[in-house]
C-alpha cells in the first residue's frame, strides 16, 4: 500500500520534471520558483590550476525528488557539490538557489581528532544552539537517540552517518546534500541508511542530493541518476542511466549489467551486453576499477 | 600582593599568560597548529629588532611582524601549492629568526639580553609588564570567546561550517591575531623559543580529563597556572633558569597524565593501606 503510493509519488514527480523541462527551456525564474526548483546549475565549468575538473555541467534539484550524482572517482561529484553550496567559486557558469534556502549538509570524509574530545550531543550544536529537545527528535528519526552523551570517537561508521544525518535534519532542510552517505557502513547497514534517507524524504518532503560512486544501491531508491565524469554524461530516471551507452562505457558492462539486473528484475542484460563491447577505451577500465573500492568496516549501527 | 617583591611579580605575569595561553592553545593542539605557532613565535625576535632599530613599542612590534609573517604564510601556500606548509613553515621559521638575531647583532649599539628573549626572563618583568599582560591577556580571552563557536566548527570541519553559515575566513583571521597576542605576552615569561610548549603542553595534559571542548580548555588553564607556580617555585628554591623550568613543570605534568590510571589507584590503594597500618 504504502509501496504503491510511493511509486505513484515518484511517477508524478517525474512527470512534473518533464513539465519543468520544458519551462526551464525559457530560462523562466518565476516558472522556476512554481515548479519547486530549490537549486540549479548552468554551464558550470571549474578549472583548478591547469586540470580542467568540471566543463558545463547542469543540474538541478526539485522538491521532494532525490537526485543521484554517481561517477568514478576523481570525475568532480564533490568539487561540484562544493559549487552548489557555494563553498567554491566556479571558474564560469551560474547557480540560482530558492531564496533563503536551508541546506542540510553531511559531508565525505568528516574524521574528527581523537584530541577534540566532542560528544554526539556538542557535535549536534556545532554551527548553532539548539534545544536539547530538538536535538533529542534529530537523533531520534535517524534511529540514534541512545547516543546523544557518546564522544564522537567512539562512533561505529554506521551511527557516525546517522549522527550526521540527524545534525543536518536539525536544520530543517529544504535540501539534503549528502556527500558518500554510505561510506564507512556495511551492507545491511548501508540498505538500512538508503531506506531512512528514503523515509527522510517521505517525511519531510525535501530535496534531496546524494553523491556517491556505489552504483548498485544508490538507483533503488532514487528519482533521477545524474553520471558525471567531468562533464554529464548522462541523466535520466535509473534504468535509462543504466542503458545508456556513455554510462556502460564510463562504468563497464559488468557495472550497467548489475544494475540492469538490480532496477529491472525481468531482463536487459544481453541488451546492454550488445551494446557495450569495446573495452579499449581506457576510461571504462578505470571507471569499473573505481567501483569496485574496497568498503572499509563497520557495522550498521541500527 | 606585593608587587615589590619579584618574585611575586613574576608568578602574577605568569599566572596572567598562563590563563590565556591555556585555552588557546587547545587550538594549536586541535588544528595540528603547533609548528604554525612556533614559527610565528621564532619571527617575534625579528619583532623585537625592528622595534630597537624604529624604537617603537616592543609588543605592537612583535605583534606585527608575527602577523605579518603568518600573512606570508597563507599567501605563500596559497600562490605555491607544490610546497608543502610544513616545508614553507620550516623555511619561514628559520629565516625570520635568523635574520631577528642577525639584525639586533649588526645594530652595534644595542646592548640586549639575548638569552632573556629567547628563554625568558619572568624575574625581570616590571609592573608596567604586568600592565600589559593583563589588558592583552583579557583583549585576548575576550576575543577567544567571541570566536569560540565559529572557530570550533571550522576546526572540525571548514566546509560543513561554511555550508552552515559560519564566517570561517574571520574566525580564522582573528584566531592568528589572538596567536600573535599570546606570543607578544607569553615572550617575557618563557621566551621567544619556548611559547609553543606553554601553548601546547598544558592543552595536551587537559585532554585526558575532559569530555567537551570548554572543558578541555578551561582545564588547560589551570593546568598551565599549576606549571607557572610550580616552574617559578623550583626556579626559586633551585636557582634554575625560569622559563624552562616552567616548561618542566608543565611536561611534568603532562607526563603524570599518561600513566594509566587503574595504576593511580593501585599506587594511592596502597599508601593508603601503609598509612592505615603504620
Redesign the interface.
Known sequence: MALKARAHQRVSNRLRHKVADRLDEGHDEDAATATGILISARDISLRL?RVQILENVAIRVRDGEILSLIGPNGAGKTSLV?VL???LPPTSGEIERRPRLR?G?V?QR?A??P?????VK??MT???RRPLAAVRAALAETGVAALLEA?VQALSGGEFQRVLLARALL?EPQLL?LDEPVQGVDFAGEAALYELIGAIRERRRCGVLMVSHDLHTVMAATDRVICLNRHVCCAGGPASVGRDPEFVRLFGPRAAAALGVYAHHHNHAHDLAGAVVEPTDDAGERGAGADVAPRPEGDGGS | MDLDHFAVRALVAGLGVAVVAGPLGCFI??R?MAYFGDTMAHSALLGVALGFLLSIDLTLAILGVTVAIACLLLLLQRRR?WLTPDTLLGILSHASLSLGLVAIGAMAWLRVDLLGYLFGDVLAVSRADIAIIYVGGALALAGLAFFW??L??V???E????????AAAPAQFAFMILVAMVIALAMKVVGILLITSLLIIPA?AA?RY????E??AALAAILACLAVVLGLGASLRFDTPSGPSIVLAAAGIFAVGLLPLSRWRALSASLFRNGNSS
Do not use: K
Open positions: 590550476g562544493r553550496l557555494g563553498l541546506v549538509y559531508p568528516l574528527i581528532d584530541v577534540l574530545p566532542l560528544s556538542r557535535l556545532l554551527t548553532a564522544p536544520r546534500v | 593542539v586541535w595540528r601549492p563557536r565559529p570550533l566548527a576546526t572540525v570541519h566546509d560543513l561550517a561554511r555550508a552552515e553559515g559560519v595536551a585532554r575532559a569530555t567537551t571542548p572543558a578541555m
